[in-house]
């Protein structure tokens, strides 16, 4: 009786989880791409283009993933995606989503760490055009990699109990053949445990590379590296990427860890994936749940580790922004635009006029 409550509690809980997550991420995600895009957050140009193409693909996962999927398995009883093409489209768009969305995380650590330490690198991959096409191909790259992962599945009519009545309804499910085995498990690795790894050697190799550099200067020329405006973006974009890494890294970890499991000791038709009295389901699912979490977090991370996020935020929040930039058309259109360097009085029948002259454009 209790592992039937248990259950229930579980099932709803799920029911009331992902349609919670599109409500607030997908907001929240297009709200972050404003903000970084059209917002000064104090984020270098490559930082820009990479967070800012972060958002829309994780905004694409939740309307794929959780919105499409999760949300209307729990609450509808056969989706429309469980029909012919859907069911193979929708894998598609799922894992070019995901993919997407890992390897930006992982391509923006290694640029990182390479313009951290090479002046050569830092003079080619500060480009913003260079960081445009990498993040172009990241995305047609992820999709083309996707595009066997839409016949993993295979649509079969199965006898279903609706209102008490026996009815025959297509259902989307796994493919088991070793053609679908071996595809998942090339998935899970390039999805999941490559990019996890990645992230924590370059993350590490960062760490000590600026440790090593601390240590290489006295206090007082530290100082003065630190009050240069390229140095501090440059240590706050570091401390941005390592939030979103480690976040990623930790959202992402248990599910790569459970799958495997599911996988491997109990990869058999006769294991019942729906049943939550066995631990691992329970598990696999918490951990979906985590991962999923990742692609809703970016914009709280910011407001944590950015100040002049949560500055910019507050502005447009409270409406301070226009306020702000009519105040600076006005100034910039008159006191601010000519300063007297030197200015002389020249004999004339007016007594009134003045010439200014040795004006200074500024």
Known sequence: MEGGISVTV???????????????????????????????????????????????????YLVWVILIDLTLTFWVQRPFWHSNPWCGILGFLQYGSLYSSSWIVV?????????????????????????????????????????????????????????????TLPKCHYRDETYSTVIVWITTFLSGGIPIVLVIIFNYLMGYHLCRARNLFTKEERRVMHGRSSRGMLKRTILLLSTV???????SLPRFVTYCILRTKYNNNNFNRDDYNIPINVAGDLANMLQNLNSTTNFLLYCMVSRRFRRELVQVVSCKSK????????????????????????PSSNPGTVVLTKLKQT
């Open 323 to 346: 306020a702000r930039e009519l105040a600076s058309v006005l100034n910039h259109t008159t006191m601010k635009v000519f300063s007297v360097v030197d200015h002389k009085t020249l």
């Open 107 to 167: 391509v923006f650590t290694i640029e990182r760490y390479l313009v951290l330490r090479s002046t050569t690198a830092k003079k080619h991959f500060s480009q913003a055009w260079v960081t445009k096409l990498t993040c172009v191909a990241i995305v047609l790259a992820s999709h083309l990699v996707s595009v066997p992962l839409g016949w993993i599945n295979i649509v079969t009519p199965v006898n279903d109990i609706i209102d008490g009545v026996n009815v």
């Open 245 to 251: 890494s480690v976040a990623f890294v930790v959202l």
């Open 10 to 60: 579980f099932i709803t809980v799920q029911k009331i989880y992902y349609p919670l997550l599109c409500i607030m991420g997908i907001p929240a995600n297009l709200f972050t791409f404003y903000m970084i895009c059209f917002r000064k957050c104090g984020m270098s140009d490559t930082a820009i283009i990479y967070l800012s193409c972060l958002a829309i693909v994780d905004t694409f």
